[in-house]
């Protein structure tokens, strides 16, 4: 399978002629469909203030949709040239742009269910608000790539695979586990340290991109002499005022993302007054304002995943099932067996000049007939925009000829013709999830 260039050898360092051009807010980004601009949501968080304000800039200023990332962002697309002014001040309003300067470097993800459920895991969602804030008020880590990635898990593990350059891992109600992207062993920290613990993680590794001189965006681009050492990191920290513990167990658990449905985690999801959350997932990772508007009346909160989708937390446990009928018709994905539930895509065309098909609307015509357990990508280029993280998946690659198909333990199939695409992409799903279950 392609290996992200995050994913890269320490023996082969990346080596960067430029900065970071990744997206943002009041960075936009032009594509074949207008202006492109990401919105950092840490922990993916939202009210129904932001939401609905966010919303208003899709339809008055964009294409009327909103795109989910990978990294649990929001994107708005068919931005107008001279609309940046007005979607800064929109944004500010709403509350999304905290600190202009770091707009780009507010990458959090979180377990998307943390404080929703009764299984005994800690809530983590104060470190989101707290490790947001310590980036904003240090003028250093505004020279974060637009790329560097946070992790925070409460302990199910569902955040943990995701590929971040700095990850912390809830062990108990007490204590945190801090470990970097490649690196052997961690930190035990304190709970309550555990914001500040990421913020020195992430100045060290400012540090050492300087003296790699290689211009490294993420933690695994470093070269192998000056990747973060355990050692150093401990002593920085001692240098901040914490205390830490080395630990060379880092294995976290392995856990499921939420599945579509009315939630289903360690323990039952409910809270004070029969309370559940809801979540559903986006086709091929867009909503449209409507979709999104529905999702923001339920109850005013949102949370946005990495795996494109939302969790509605806070729903009157009686009018649960209603609320999924209702999304179900709005055309979201409410149920595991829906064969759209695995299957993302990256923009394809028309709004990216680089994609040789409209990959989008070819994924549309083929899921219902390749239903798999296995997720499925499509990219319309080599570069695979928003492809799985820490899960084996079956790519789908649209070349001048046709598309090429690789699936795990599989020889790749090149040049396939879309009108063979059905079946070829039905049979990888299959044997390679027959396969992976006797193994």
């Known amino acids: 399978m392609p290996q992200p260039p995050s994913a890269a050898s320490r023996d082969e360092p990346v080596i960067r002629d430029r900065g970071d051009a990744c997206p943002g807010a009041l960075r936009l980004h032009q594509a074949d469909d207008g202006y492109l601009a990401r919105v950092r949501i840490p922990g993916g968080m939202l009210g129904a203030r932001a939401a609905g ?75 989101v608000a707290e490790l947001d804030r310590l980036l904003c008020a240090s003028e250093e880590t505004a020279a974060l790539s637009g790329r560097f990635l946070f992790a925070l898990d409460d302990g199910r593990g569902d955040v943990s695979s995701l590929d971040a350059d700095v990850n912390l891992l809830a062990r108990g109600p007490e204590h945190a586990l801090l470990t970097t992207a490649g690196a052997g062993e961690g930190l035990l920290v304190a709970a309550t340290d555990a914001p500040g613990t990421a913020l020195v993680a992430a100045r060290y590794f400012l540090d050492a991109a300087r003296r790699a001189g290689t211009r490294a965006w993420r933690v695994a681009e470093l070269p192998a002499e000056h990747q973060l050492s355990v ?105 595991p067996a829906d064969p759209r539930r695995s299957v993302t895509a990256c923009t394809g065309q028309p709004g990216c000049a680089r994609s040789h098909r409209d990959v989008r609307a070819d994924a549309r015509t083929v899921t219902a ?71």
Request: proline letters at 10%.
């Open 231 to 335: 050692g150093e990191l401990a002593s920085r920290l001692a240098g901040a005022g914490i205390r830490s513990t080395v630990v060379s167990e880092t294995a976290a658990p392995s856990g499921p993302a939420p599945e579509p449905g009315l939630v289903e985690g360690p323990g039952p999801v409910e809270g004070p007054g029969q309370l559940v959350a809801l979540s559903v997932l986006a086709p091929l990772g867009r909503l449209t304002t409507a979709q999104w508007n529905l999702l923001a009346g339920l109850t005013g909160r949102l949370r946005l995943t990495p795996w494109r989708g939302v969790v509605v937390p806070g729903l009157a446990a009686p009018a649960a099932p209603d609320a999924l009928a209702v999304l179900a018709d709005a055309g979201l994905i409410t149920t």
């Open 53 to 127: 304000m966010l919303a208003d800039a899709a339809d008055r200023l964009g294409d009327g949709h909103i795109d989910l990332t990978s990294r649990g962002n929001a994107q708005l697309r068919g931005l107008g040239a001279a609309c940046g002014g007005e979607l800064a001040g929109v944004l500010a309003d709403a509350g999304l742009l905290p600190a202009p300067s770091h707009e780009r470097v507010r990458n959090i993800v979180a377990s998307p269910l943390t404080g929703l459920d009764r299984g005994g895991l800690p809530d983590v969602a104060p470190w």
């Open 369 to 439: 007939l390749a239903a798999g357990p296995l997720p499925v990508h499509w990219s319309g280029c080599e570069r695979r925009c928003g492809h799985p993280r820490g899960t084996a998946w079956v790519d789908v690659l649209a070349t001048p000829d046709g598309y090429d198909l690789r699936a795990p333990d599989r020889a790749p199939r090149p040049g396939v013709h879309p009108s063979d695409l059905a079946a070829a992409l039905r049979d990888a799903r299959r044997t390679t999830s027959h396969d992976a279950a006797k193994k």
